[in-house]
């Protein structure tokens, strides 16, 4: 059954609304999708809770990669993760042996702290276990609903949406959705994607935004989808 767990929107946020795309489109994009992926490189962070099965690991390794490419992402939590597998290991090392580890990840001091204060809290106020529940999660400094809801699908197996710029760009692109945010994205898919597409859509953009449907000229000509996109707000392609 579908996890019904939404949020509200301010008023500012209320003016979202569905477009373009036809809904029964979606079962035919997603197989393509599916189909075109196989090409492409797993993000990492998909591969690393693989790896491990942990929803820890898949917190931190969410927060290295923030900003930070895929190879980048990969690499720096090997290193960390070798050094402390939990957030008993992680509170053992300090704030600058963390950041040495992850580096060259994107503003890795800032997250090194992050991560050392994310595991504090998870030690003193939840025995040590990442919470099961966004609202939960969202209390943790540096994390955001995108790396909530991976955690959420990735690390405990739930139901959740992760939308972040890919999955926002292509979603609106096609005109599946019409909204100004990732937020009102993911509310919107809240409302209209099909439950079994739920948690493989990030993946699949991800791997689809980077390589072909790229922000900016995006590869229309080598593209499958062209027949059911819009390519809302497109202004020239390749």
């Known amino acids: 059954m579908r996890n019904k767990q939404s949020y509200r929107l ?3 946020d209320a003016s979202v609304t569905i477009a373009g795309m036809h809904d029964n489109q979606i079962h035919h994009v997603m197989a393509v999708l599916e189909q075109e992926c196989q090409q492409w490189e797993t993000p ?3 591969v690393i809770s693989e790896q ?17 490419k895929d190879a980048v992402t990969a690499a720096a939590s090997a290193r960390l993760f070798k050094r402390a597998g939990s957030p008993q290991e ?35 106020e939840y025995n040590g276990i990442v919470p099961d529940s966004i609202e939960e999660l969202l209390r943790f400094k540096g994390v955001g609903r995108k ?5 959420m699908t990735l690390g405990h197996g739930q139901q959740g949406i992760c939308v972040d710029i890919h999955v926002h760009r ?5 005109g599946y ?15 209209k994607l099909p439950d079994e597409y739920w948690i493989k859509i990030n993946d699949l953009l991800v791997c689809y935004g980077q390589n072909l449907c790229y922000p900016v000229s995006p590869a229309c000509s080598r593209c499958r989808l062209t027949g059911c996109c819009d390519q809302v707000g497109v202004q020239r392609s390749r």
Request: hydrophobic share 45%; glycine share 2%.
């Open 44 to 46: 990492s962070v998909t």
């Open 10 to 12: 301010s008023a500012a």
């Open 170 to 174: 292509i979603t609106n692109r096609w």
């Open 90 to 124: 992680m509170v053992c090392l300090e704030i600058p042996e963390i950041a040495d580890l992850i580096y060259p990840a994107g503003f890795y001091r800032t997250k090194a702290e992050q991560i050392y204060e994310i595991c504090k809290t998870l030690l003193a």
């Open 52 to 68: 491990h099965r942990s929803a820890f690991h898949v917190l931190v390794s969410c927060i290295i990669s923030l900003r930070t």
């Open 177 to 191: 959705v019409a909204a100004k945010t990732p937020d009102q994205t993911e509310q919107v898919l809240r409302g």
């Open 147 to 151: 790396t909530a809801n991976l955690v």
